[in-house]
Protein backbone atom coordinates (compact mmCIF):
# COMPACT_ATOMS: atom_id res chain seq x y z
CA UNK A 1 0.00 0.00 0.00
CA UNK A 2 1.19 3.50 -0.81
CA UNK A 3 0.82 5.89 1.72
CA UNK A 4 1.95 9.04 -0.32
CA UNK A 5 -1.07 10.51 -2.65
CA UNK A 6 -0.32 12.85 -5.48
CA UNK A 7 -3.08 15.46 -4.43
CA UNK A 8 -1.35 15.99 -1.15
CA UNK A 9 2.33 16.28 -2.49
CA UNK A 10 1.56 20.30 -2.37
CA UNK A 11 1.40 20.14 1.26
CA UNK A 12 4.00 17.87 1.81
CA UNK A 13 5.45 17.62 5.48
CA UNK A 14 8.93 19.60 6.00
CA UNK A 15 12.20 17.41 5.21
CA UNK A 16 13.16 18.07 9.17
CA UNK A 17 10.09 15.80 10.13
CA UNK A 18 11.48 12.84 7.33
CA UNK A 19 14.48 13.14 8.22
CA UNK A 20 13.47 12.44 11.74
CA UNK A 21 11.11 9.64 10.72
CA UNK A 22 14.48 7.55 8.91
CA UNK A 23 16.67 7.96 11.90
CA UNK A 24 14.09 6.82 14.31
CA UNK A 25 13.55 3.57 11.63
CA UNK A 26 17.15 2.91 11.25
CA UNK A 27 18.12 3.46 15.28
CA UNK A 28 15.29 1.00 16.14
CA UNK A 29 13.85 3.58 18.78
CA UNK A 30 13.52 7.33 19.51
CA UNK A 31 15.68 7.33 22.36
CA UNK A 32 18.65 6.30 19.90
CA UNK A 33 17.88 8.26 17.35
CA UNK A 34 17.86 11.46 19.43
CA UNK A 35 20.94 10.42 20.40
CA UNK A 36 22.16 10.53 17.01
CA UNK A 37 20.11 13.93 15.85
CA UNK A 38 21.57 15.35 18.86
CA UNK A 39 17.56 16.99 19.59
CA UNK A 40 15.13 16.46 22.46
CA UNK A 41 13.55 13.12 22.37
CA UNK A 42 9.90 15.30 22.84
CA UNK A 43 11.12 17.11 19.97
CA UNK A 44 11.37 13.91 17.82
CA UNK A 45 8.13 12.43 19.07
CA UNK A 46 6.26 16.04 18.20
CA UNK A 47 7.44 15.31 14.92
CA UNK A 48 6.95 11.95 14.15
CA UNK A 49 2.91 12.70 15.45
CA UNK A 50 2.68 15.57 12.89
CA UNK A 51 3.86 13.17 10.01
CA UNK A 52 1.21 10.40 11.05
CA UNK A 53 -1.48 13.14 11.27
CA UNK A 54 -0.36 14.05 7.90
CA UNK A 55 -1.08 10.57 6.80
CA UNK A 56 -3.43 9.64 9.01
CA UNK A 57 -1.85 6.09 9.47
CA UNK A 58 0.34 5.18 12.52
CA UNK A 59 3.88 4.86 11.37
CA UNK A 60 5.77 2.76 14.19
CA UNK A 61 4.32 0.14 16.54
CA UNK A 62 6.38 1.14 20.01
CA UNK A 63 7.14 -1.40 22.77
CA UNK A 64 9.25 -1.84 26.00
CA UNK A 65 12.23 -2.65 23.41
CA UNK A 66 11.99 0.39 20.59
CA UNK A 67 10.07 1.12 17.83
CA UNK A 68 9.30 -1.10 15.00
CA UNK A 69 7.97 0.31 11.57
CA UNK A 70 4.18 -0.19 10.65
CA UNK A 71 2.86 -1.39 7.30
CA UNK A 72 2.42 2.24 6.53
CA UNK A 73 5.67 3.57 8.10
CA UNK A 74 7.92 0.76 6.24
CA UNK A 75 5.96 2.11 2.74
CA UNK A 76 6.85 5.83 3.69
CA UNK A 77 10.72 4.91 4.36
CA UNK A 78 11.04 3.76 1.08
CA UNK A 79 9.44 6.92 -0.37
CA UNK A 80 11.46 8.80 2.12
CA UNK A 81 14.73 7.53 1.02
CA UNK A 82 14.15 7.86 -2.51
CA UNK A 83 13.01 11.62 -1.51
CA UNK A 84 16.16 12.50 0.68
CA UNK A 85 18.58 10.79 -2.27
CA UNK A 86 16.74 13.46 -4.98
CA UNK A 87 17.17 16.45 -2.78
CA UNK A 88 21.00 15.28 -2.17
CA UNK A 89 21.48 15.30 -5.96
CA UNK A 90 19.31 18.73 -6.58
CA UNK A 91 21.79 20.31 -3.58
CA UNK A 92 24.72 18.97 -5.77
CA UNK A 93 23.84 19.95 -9.22
CA UNK A 94 23.18 23.44 -7.13
CA UNK A 95 26.46 23.13 -6.05
CA UNK A 96 28.23 22.37 -9.32
CA UNK A 97 26.53 25.74 -10.41
CA UNK A 98 29.12 27.70 -8.65
CA UNK A 99 33.02 28.01 -9.09
CA UNK A 100 32.80 29.04 -5.31
CA UNK A 101 31.79 25.59 -3.05
CA UNK A 102 29.74 26.27 -0.26
CA UNK A 103 27.79 24.03 2.22
CA UNK A 104 29.46 21.84 4.58
CA UNK A 105 31.77 18.63 5.13
CA UNK A 106 32.65 16.30 7.94
CA UNK A 107 35.94 14.33 8.07
CA UNK A 108 36.63 11.65 10.37
CA UNK A 109 40.22 11.06 11.00
CA UNK A 110 41.62 7.92 12.93
CA UNK A 111 44.09 9.02 16.41
CA UNK A 112 47.11 8.62 13.98
CA UNK A 113 45.85 9.97 10.39
CA UNK A 114 44.51 12.90 12.81
CA UNK A 115 47.55 13.83 14.21
CA UNK A 116 49.44 14.64 10.76
CA UNK A 117 46.71 15.64 8.85
CA UNK A 118 44.31 17.41 11.03
CA UNK A 119 45.83 20.74 11.51
CA UNK A 120 47.16 21.13 7.65
CA UNK A 121 43.84 20.20 6.52
CA UNK A 122 41.71 22.70 8.53
CA UNK A 123 43.61 25.70 7.88
CA UNK A 124 44.35 25.06 3.84
CA UNK A 125 40.29 24.55 4.09
CA UNK A 126 40.00 27.91 5.71
CA UNK A 127 42.06 29.41 3.30
CA UNK A 128 40.96 27.88 0.16
CA UNK A 129 37.09 27.16 0.76
CA UNK A 130 36.16 30.50 2.82
CA UNK A 131 32.80 30.06 1.81
CA UNK A 132 32.18 26.60 3.19
CA UNK A 133 32.33 24.73 6.80
CA UNK A 134 34.22 21.66 7.57
CA UNK A 135 33.68 19.85 10.58
CA UNK A 136 36.80 17.26 11.90
CA UNK A 137 36.16 14.51 14.27
CA UNK A 138 38.82 12.29 15.00
CA UNK A 139 37.82 8.48 16.49
CA UNK A 140 38.99 5.05 16.17
CA UNK A 141 38.07 2.93 12.98
CA UNK A 142 35.40 1.36 14.17
CA UNK A 143 33.01 4.66 14.37
CA UNK A 144 34.90 6.31 11.43
CA UNK A 145 33.80 3.41 9.41
CA UNK A 146 30.03 3.09 11.22
CA UNK A 147 30.01 7.46 10.30
CA UNK A 148 31.02 7.18 6.37
CA UNK A 149 27.87 4.18 6.17
CA UNK A 150 25.65 5.60 7.65
CA UNK A 151 25.93 9.56 5.94
CA UNK A 152 27.20 11.19 8.82
CA UNK A 153 30.37 12.13 7.73
CA UNK A 154 31.41 12.73 3.64
CA UNK A 155 35.11 11.58 3.97
CA UNK A 156 36.98 8.91 6.63
CA UNK A 157 40.32 8.19 6.84
CA UNK A 158 41.15 4.67 8.10
CA UNK A 159 43.18 1.79 7.49
CA UNK A 160 41.84 -0.66 4.48
CA UNK A 161 41.51 -3.67 7.05
CA UNK A 162 38.52 -2.38 8.66
CA UNK A 163 36.63 -1.98 5.19
CA UNK A 164 33.67 -3.57 4.79
CA UNK A 165 31.86 -4.32 1.22
CA UNK A 166 29.46 -0.77 1.76
CA UNK A 167 32.04 1.91 0.58
CA UNK A 168 34.40 2.57 -1.62
CA UNK A 169 38.50 3.52 -0.61
CA UNK A 170 41.06 5.15 -1.93
CA UNK A 171 44.50 4.50 -0.93
CA UNK A 172 46.31 7.59 0.59
CA UNK A 173 49.82 6.24 2.09
CA UNK A 174 51.41 2.67 3.09
CA UNK A 175 52.58 2.17 7.04
CA UNK A 176 55.29 -0.35 8.42
CA UNK A 177 54.35 -0.69 11.73
CA UNK A 178 57.11 -1.09 14.18
CA UNK A 179 57.88 -2.69 18.15
CA UNK A 180 58.27 0.84 20.46
CA UNK A 181 59.94 -0.27 23.76
CA UNK A 182 61.59 1.03 26.83
CA UNK A 183 66.02 0.27 26.59
CA UNK A 184 64.96 -2.09 29.30
CA UNK A 185 63.42 -4.31 27.15
CA UNK A 186 66.72 -5.61 25.17
CA UNK A 187 65.80 -5.11 21.80
CA UNK A 188 67.98 -2.27 21.49
CA UNK A 189 70.55 -2.77 18.35
CA UNK A 190 68.36 -5.54 16.52
CA UNK A 191 67.88 -4.13 12.87
CA UNK A 192 65.00 -6.21 13.07
CA UNK A 193 62.93 -9.05 14.50
CA UNK A 194 60.47 -11.83 13.63
CA UNK A 195 57.31 -11.31 14.46
CA UNK A 196 57.21 -14.77 15.85
CA UNK A 197 59.31 -13.27 18.90
CA UNK A 198 56.18 -11.56 20.39
CA UNK A 199 54.46 -14.50 21.83
CA UNK A 200 56.27 -13.68 25.16
CA UNK A 201 56.94 -10.46 25.00
CA UNK A 202 54.10 -8.04 27.05
CA UNK A 203 52.20 -5.80 24.50
CA UNK A 204 50.06 -2.42 24.81
CA UNK A 205 48.00 -2.34 22.03
CA UNK A 206 44.56 -0.48 21.01
CA UNK A 207 41.30 -2.62 21.39
CA UNK A 208 39.10 -3.86 18.57
CA UNK A 209 38.23 -2.69 15.90
CA UNK A 210 40.79 -0.58 15.79
CA UNK A 211 42.45 -0.99 11.93
CA UNK A 212 46.02 -1.96 12.97
CA UNK A 213 44.78 -3.70 16.08
CA UNK A 214 42.71 -5.69 13.68
CA UNK A 215 45.84 -6.30 11.34
CA UNK A 216 47.87 -7.12 13.99
CA UNK A 217 45.91 -9.61 15.22
CA UNK A 218 45.21 -11.20 11.78
CA UNK A 219 49.08 -11.75 11.21
CA UNK A 220 49.53 -13.71 14.61
CA UNK A 221 46.55 -15.83 13.29
CA UNK A 222 48.21 -16.62 10.51
CA UNK A 223 51.31 -17.11 12.11
CA UNK A 224 49.33 -19.24 14.96
CA UNK A 225 51.01 -17.02 17.28
CA UNK A 226 49.21 -16.34 20.96
CA UNK A 227 49.89 -12.54 21.77
CA UNK A 228 50.38 -11.22 25.06
CA UNK A 229 48.50 -8.64 25.11
CA UNK A 230 48.77 -7.38 29.32
CA UNK A 231 47.04 -4.07 28.43
CA UNK A 232 44.43 -2.63 25.89
CA UNK A 233 44.64 1.47 25.89
CA UNK A 234 42.42 3.11 23.43
CA UNK A 235 44.93 6.66 23.13
CA UNK A 236 48.42 7.13 21.96
CA UNK A 237 49.44 9.24 24.70
CA UNK A 238 48.39 6.67 27.15
CA UNK A 239 49.76 4.00 25.14
CA UNK A 240 53.29 6.09 24.89
CA UNK A 241 53.61 7.06 28.08
CA UNK A 242 53.45 3.05 29.54
CA UNK A 243 55.86 1.90 27.00
CA UNK A 244 58.41 4.60 28.01
CA UNK A 245 57.75 3.91 31.59
CA UNK A 246 58.38 -0.43 30.64
CA UNK A 247 54.92 -1.51 31.32
CA UNK A 248 55.57 -3.17 27.89
CA UNK A 249 55.65 -2.98 24.60
CA UNK A 250 53.43 -1.55 21.59
CA UNK A 251 53.50 -1.68 17.90
CA UNK A 252 52.52 1.37 16.37
CA UNK A 253 52.88 3.19 12.99
CA UNK A 254 55.66 6.03 12.22
CA UNK A 255 52.92 8.76 11.52
CA UNK A 256 51.78 8.29 15.38
CA UNK A 257 55.10 8.70 16.49
CA UNK A 258 55.26 11.95 14.89
CA UNK A 259 56.40 14.73 17.09
CA UNK A 260 57.14 12.61 19.73
CA UNK A 261 60.84 13.12 20.83
CA UNK A 262 61.74 8.90 21.19
CA UNK A 263 64.90 9.13 20.12
CA UNK A 264 66.59 8.75 24.07
CA UNK A 265 63.20 7.12 25.70
CA UNK A 266 62.25 4.47 23.37
CA UNK A 267 63.80 1.54 21.07
CA UNK A 268 62.32 1.33 17.37
CA UNK A 269 63.06 -2.02 15.67
CA UNK A 270 61.64 -3.20 12.66
CA UNK A 271 59.72 -6.44 11.74
CA UNK A 272 61.38 -9.41 9.25
CA UNK A 273 59.42 -12.45 8.29
CA UNK A 274 57.02 -11.21 7.88
CA UNK A 275 57.15 -7.78 7.53
CA UNK A 276 54.25 -5.48 8.34
CA UNK A 277 52.26 -3.19 6.50
CA UNK A 278 48.67 -1.26 6.46
CA UNK A 279 47.55 1.41 3.95
CA UNK A 280 45.53 3.86 5.29
CA UNK A 281 42.42 5.00 2.47
CA UNK A 282 40.17 7.49 2.37
CA UNK A 283 36.84 6.37 2.35
CA UNK A 284 33.22 7.94 0.98
CA UNK A 285 29.77 6.49 -0.13
CA UNK A 286 28.27 6.30 -3.48
CA UNK A 287 25.14 6.52 -1.95
CA UNK A 288 25.90 10.55 -1.01
CA UNK A 289 26.26 12.41 -4.08
CA UNK A 290 29.75 14.52 -3.46
CA UNK A 291 29.16 18.19 -3.82
CA UNK A 292 32.05 20.96 -4.71
CA UNK A 293 32.80 20.87 -1.09
CA UNK A 294 33.45 17.60 -0.34
CA UNK A 295 35.65 17.51 -3.53
CA UNK A 296 37.07 20.29 -2.78
CA UNK A 297 38.02 18.52 0.99
CA UNK A 298 39.29 15.15 -0.37
CA UNK A 299 41.78 17.23 -2.85
CA UNK A 300 43.40 18.78 0.01
CA UNK A 301 43.28 15.66 1.73
CA UNK A 302 45.25 13.56 -1.28
CA UNK A 303 47.81 16.48 -1.14
CA UNK A 304 48.57 16.53 2.17
CA UNK A 305 48.82 12.48 2.20
CA UNK A 306 51.49 13.35 -0.74
CA UNK A 307 53.43 15.58 1.83
CA UNK A 308 53.05 12.88 4.38
CA UNK A 309 54.71 10.81 2.34
CA UNK A 310 57.25 13.09 1.23
CA UNK A 311 58.55 14.02 4.65
CA UNK A 312 59.13 10.36 5.16
CA UNK A 313 56.69 9.33 7.91
CA UNK A 314 55.18 6.74 5.49
CA UNK A 315 55.45 5.80 1.59
CA UNK A 316 52.58 5.59 -1.30
CA UNK A 317 52.40 1.59 -2.04
CA UNK A 318 50.50 -0.79 -3.78
CA UNK A 319 47.73 -2.08 -0.82
CA UNK A 320 48.31 -5.68 0.54
CA UNK A 321 45.18 -6.39 -0.26
CA UNK A 322 44.12 -4.26 -3.30
CA UNK A 323 40.76 -6.11 -4.03
CA UNK A 324 39.53 -4.37 -1.40
CA UNK A 325 40.29 -0.65 -2.01
CA UNK A 326 38.87 0.88 -5.36
CA UNK A 327 36.68 -1.95 -6.30
CA UNK A 328 33.81 -1.82 -3.69
CA UNK A 329 30.29 -1.54 -4.35
CA UNK A 330 27.88 0.19 -1.83
CA UNK A 331 25.19 -1.33 -1.17
CA UNK A 332 22.07 -0.31 1.41
CA UNK A 333 22.91 -0.96 5.26
CA UNK A 334 20.52 -3.19 6.87
CA UNK A 335 18.86 -1.02 9.15
CA UNK A 336 18.10 -1.79 12.91
CA UNK A 337 14.28 -2.93 14.47
CA UNK A 338 15.08 -2.86 17.93
CA UNK A 339 16.98 -0.92 20.51
Known amino acids: MSVI ?83 EQAQAEMAE ?71 KGEPLWAEEPVLVSARSHGFEGLESISFAQLDKTPLILPGRPHGLRLRIDEIAAELGIRLNVVLEVDGLGGILDLVRRGVGCSILTPPALYGYKHDT ?17 AVTSKQRPMTNTVKALLQIVREEARKVCGAGVSEIRAPHKSSNVELLQPRMAQRSRAS
Open 265 to 281: EVVLTRFANPSVSSTVV
Open 97 to 167: ISNNPTGSAVLALGPVAGKVLSTVVAERFLKEVPSAKLRIVESYTGFVLEWVASGRVDIGLLYEDALTPTL
Open 5 to 87: KEESAENLFDVHGLRYFLQVADSGGFSKAAAVLNVPQPTLSRSIRRLEAHFKARLFDRNGRGALLTEAGESLYQHGKAILLRL
